[in-house]
């Protein structure tokens, strides 16, 4: 089993910036990919971002991409996302993922989730 908890969400103003933490603990990640997903009110669950700890590889999702960075502890197993010039369209519950196809949308494990409000 892998346990994912998520830290750093909270309400930021428009063109803010939020940085997300989790951390895995239990059985190894470094065969998986690690990355976020996220859902607002009323939408379906969408992709953020993801990083292979084994290739160093990123991945993000259409809308993100240039404004999100997503980078890895790999010593802390720990993922980070870096969110800049944030929009009121970003407001969700984001979600860390784990698992080996994470990519197609096949996640084995998941965070609770933390709340990322972008509002003036």
């Known amino acids: 089993q892998v346990q994912l908890v998520e830290s750093g969400g909270g309400l930021v103003q428009p063109g803010g910036s939020l940085r997300l933490s989790c951390a895995a603990s239990g059985r190894t990640v470094s065969n998986y990919y690690m990355g976020w997903f996220r859902q607002a009110p009323g939408k379906e669950r969408e992709f953020v971002a993801a990083i292979s700890w084994s290739r160093g590889s990123t991945y993000y999702g259409g809308s993100m991409k240039g404004r999100f960075t997503i980078s890895g502890d790999n010593a802390k197993n720990t993922v980070y996302l870096q969110m800049n010039s944030l929009k009121p369209e970003d407001t969700a519950v984001y979600y860390c993922?784990?698992?080996?196809?994470?990519?197609?949308?096949?996640?084995?494990?998941w965070g609770q989730g933390t709340q990322v409000t972008v509002s003036s």
């Open positions: 993922a784990a698992g080996g196809r994470l990519l197609s949308g096949v996640v084995d494990y």
